[in-house]
């Protein structure tokens, strides 16, 4: 059921601001609204996901956004000064991006008045270094939204809508090519935002974007309080992202009875969390290799951008994976990076001058601390064994240097880790194909769509 917010949290924008138009923008006008939080959900779009089970973790995709960028460098990124350098959070394109869409994808098709907004999510934040501090940025704030229909006999629907402030303008324009260039947008907007979740493509569904006046939130936090937000909006298909599973698994448990003792009980019940385990890095490989087979690199996997359909053990042979937050996908197909947005989420990763080949390799580098972040959670019988991105990146490009070898070593001296490195070794006696899968996507060389048949993942 979806929740309400009280009348006193409605969020209103500006109703009484004049049409702005850009003089990229085709002599298309983008009528203003007043933007509240609906007072009551119809019982159609009451049905549905549990959107505050998602609210408290769709903030932290930060990590998608993260970058330090000056005061200078935050006001030109959505001035789209041309004369600016290259290397800023955001590329300094955002005015180049605007006119590539208009001319490849053309004005949205949505209105802000075919929406209603059920509910704030949560925000999206980009770190600012003022010199003397870091500091955090509203970029952008994600809400469930009513999309409701424009022809008789209809039921309204609910998508995700996010609110790209002006600082990431650039991020939202990116994402809009990206996902253009990747899977497309649908024709008829209605249909596809009904029509039910399906395993393929591995993609969070973009149906559409339209600019229009922001929330009155986003106009007090934003640095240019007269300047349009872009939404972009999603199919809501109620999967939860990955970090919601790190923090919500615990070790499986048995269930013994009269017949089945707790040993087998409990061997059972591990087994079905590896199964699961397998399955999510199956799906998620195969995942990187459809954006890569059609020539886009993500450029920021993580937990935060990674969604799953379930996260029971018992739903392991029906899991799949949909990757989200695009913006700061690049075009490789061509040899060159033509959107040029990216933030480094890797030491020593300089994606401004990274070959093809290079943003590839980055990104298998991202899916192998992804997974060893999944697995070590997965396999922790107590908080320690639960690995956090930041100790496993200074863990395996900085101490041990791409030695997965030596990772193993530190993983098997710990006993916080036995059951992960059970589990990546194939048990006792194993042949390590966990370990030598971790390894080829720490190497990046062997492209996705041959890791997606690695024995680790094909086997039962």
Not at 252 to 269: I, L, M, N, Y
Request: hydrophobic share 40%; aromatic share 8%.
């Amino acid at each position: 059921m979806l929740l309400q917010h009280p009348q006193s949290r409605c969020l209103h924008a500006r109703a009484s601001r004049h049409t702005r138009r850009s003089p990229f923008r085709p002599s298309t006008t983008y009528r203003k609204r007043s933007w509240q939080l609906a007072a009551e959900a119809d019982d159609g779009a009451a049905q549905g996901p549990d959107i505050d089970q998602l609210a408290r973790l769709l903030s932290q995709q930060a990590a998608a956004l993260r970058s330090s960028i000056s005061d200078d460098e935050l006001r030109k990124s959505y001035d789209g000064y041309e004369d600016t350098p290259r290397g800023g959070a955001f590329g300094l394109q955002a005015q180049q991006l605007e006119t590539r869409v208009f001319t490849e994808i053309g004005p949205g098709f949505f209105d802000s008045d075919d929406f209603e907004v059920l509910q704030q999510l949560g925000r999206i934040s980009v770190m600012r270094d003022t010199g003397t501090s870091v500091e955090g940025v509203t970029a952008v704030i994600a809400y469930a939204a009513k999309f409701l229909p424009r022809l008789p006999m209809q039921r309204s629907i609910t998508v995700l809508l996010k609110e790209y402030l002006p600082v990431a303008r650039a991020v939202a324009y990116n994402e809009l090519l990206v996902l253009s260039k990747l899977c497309g947008l649908p024709e008829d907007q209605y249909s596809a935002a009904n029509r039910p979740t399906t395993r393929s493509p591995p993609i969070v569904p973009l149906l559409g974007y339209f600019v229009s006046a922001p929330t009155e939130e986003a106009a007090l936090l934003s640095m240019d309080a007269e300047a349009d937000s872009v939404w972009l909006v999603y199919r809501w298909d109620g999967m939860k992202p990955l970090n919601m599973y790190l923090s919500d698994v615990r070790p499986p448990e048995g269930r013994a009875g009269f017949f089945k003792k707790k040993e087998v009980a409990d061997a059972e019940a591990w087994r079905a969390r590896h199964a699961m385990l397998r399955s999510l890095a199956r799906a998620l490989v195969g995942a990187v290799a459809y954006c890569h087979s059609a020539g886009v690199v993500h450029g920021s996997l993580s937990t935060g951008t990674v969604f799953v359909s379930s996260t029971d053990d018992a739903d392991a042979e029906e899991l799949f994976v949909k990757l989200d937050n695009f913006g700061f996908g690049r075009l490789d197909r061509t040899g060159t990076s033509p959107l040029g947005l990216a933030t480094p989420q890797l030491p020593g990763q300089d994606l401004d001058a990274a070959a093809p080949r290079e943003g590839r390799r980055f990104d298998l580098q991202a899916t192998a601390l992804t997974l060893l972040e999944v697995f070590s959670a997965g396999t922790a019988t107590s908080p320690a064994g639960a690995l956090p991105r930041p100790t496993l990146t200074r863990l395996l490009f900085e101490i041990y240097s791409d030695d997965v070898a030596a990772l193993r070593s530190y993983c098997a001296d710990d006993p916080a880790l036995a059951e992960l490195v059970a589990f990546l070794d194939g048990g006792e006696g194993g042949d390590k194909a966990g370990w030598d899968l971790v390894a080829a996507l720490v190497r990046g060389v062997r492209p996705a769509e041959e890791l997606v048949l690695h024995p680790f993942l094909t086997r039962a």
